[in-house]
């Protein structure tokens, strides 16, 4: 079993940016909690550079955003795990992507971590590793000492992605259990 990393590919794919008539989006809350009782659509804007990046089903904004055609193909691995929240876009039809399935799964005795001096809270996790039980059938998830980043995802998911041919997505191996 492999758990992967998902961002967005911001080297080769288009970006969003916040319009200057936008409700703000704070990152800080996206902490693992509905949002869908206070939300209120921003207007995004597509950056492309002059035409040098391609458009994507994963546009970079600093927090996850799926095109429609994305949430259609992973929906099932999506369902009951994330709140798709609506944007005003210029360009494309896209949906932020708020993860609410927090799973306790981190396994700290074989995770190399990191404390503040106070030597309770977690300044940096340099290496994951994961309670096997815990994440089987989790698809896609965060966990509560990151609620924020990064975002995980399963073997199943990264699959679906590739095969599928959505592009703007990046995976970067996160952990192995056969190591």
Not at 140 to 151: A, L, Q, Y
């Amino acid at each position: 079993m492999k758990i992967w990393r998902v961002i967005a590919d911001i080297n080769n794919f288009e970006r969003l940016i916040e319009s200057s008539q936008s409700n703000k989006v704070s990152l800080r809350d996206f902490i693992g909690k509905s949002l869908l009782d206070s939300w209120v659509k921003p207007n995004l804007v597509v950056i492309n550079e002059k035409g040098r990046l391609k458009r994507g089903d994963c546009p970079y904004f600093g927090i996850l955003v799926f095109s429609i055609f994305a949430i259609e193909i992973l929906n099932d691995l999506m369902k009951d795990c994330v709140e798709l929240l609506g944007i005003d876009c210029d360009s494309g039809n896209y949906k932020i992507i708020n993860l609410i399935n927090v799973v306790d799964c981190l396994d700290y005795s074989k995770s190399v971590i990191q404390r503040y001096d106070d030597g309770e809270r977690i300044s940096n996790i340099k290496k994951y590793a994961f309670i096997p039980e815990k994440i089987f059938n989790q698809n896609i998830f965060v966990i509560p000492e990151r609620p924020r980043s990064p975002v995980f995802v399963s073997n199943e998911f990264k699959n679906r992605v590739l095969e599928s041919g959505l592009k703007g997505f990046k995976f970067e191996e996160i952990w192995d259990s056969n190591e």
